[in-house]
């Protein structure tokens, strides 16, 4: 964990993020004079989507760059942190159904049941509680 956290960024790539973030607020609002002009509400809802979201990985990529990022842990401070946890697993395991059940609509935790093979997939779309993207080495 101690590895994968990230380093400090260079000043340049905040300053390339911004001009991106200003380029799209410009995008924006020369979309919304499209639409008070007439355009197609449909086309141009998919401009905006876009736009936004490229302005959201702007906004991603500068403050991860302008010191608002976490700063790194330690290995003891990491430790110390898993240690605090405790077994996740059997907290959840022995918790009240109700509780269980927030936990799991907290995290976007989606059950489809395959008939054919009695098989349960499970997915969890952990994209809102993600902080900075990182790899895990190693079988998982």
Not at 40 to 60: K, L, M, N, Y
Request: hydrophobic share 40%; net charge neutral.
């Amino acid at each position: 964990m101690t590895e994968a956290q990230p380093f400090d960024h260079s000043p340049a790539a905040g300053t390339a993020a911004q001009t991106i973030i200003t380029e799209c607020d410009a995008k924006l609002e020369r979309y919304r004079a499209a639409l008070d002009a007439g355009a197609d509400p449909a086309v141009v809802t998919g401009w905006i989507a876009q736009t936004q979201a490229e302005r959201a990985r702007a906004e991603a990529g500068l403050r991860a760059n302008t010191g608002t990022a976490p700063r790194r842990m330690s290995r003891a401070e990491i430790t110390t942190l898993v240690n605090a946890l405790g077994d996740i697993t059997a907290v959840l395991r022995d918790a009240d159904p109700a509780d269980k059940a927030e936990v799991y609509r907290q995290l976007g935790l989606r059950l489809n049941y395959q008939p054919e093979t009695q098989t349960v997939r499970a997915a969890i779309d952990l994209s809102a509680h993600r902080g900075v993207m990182v790899r895990v080495r190693g079988g998982t």
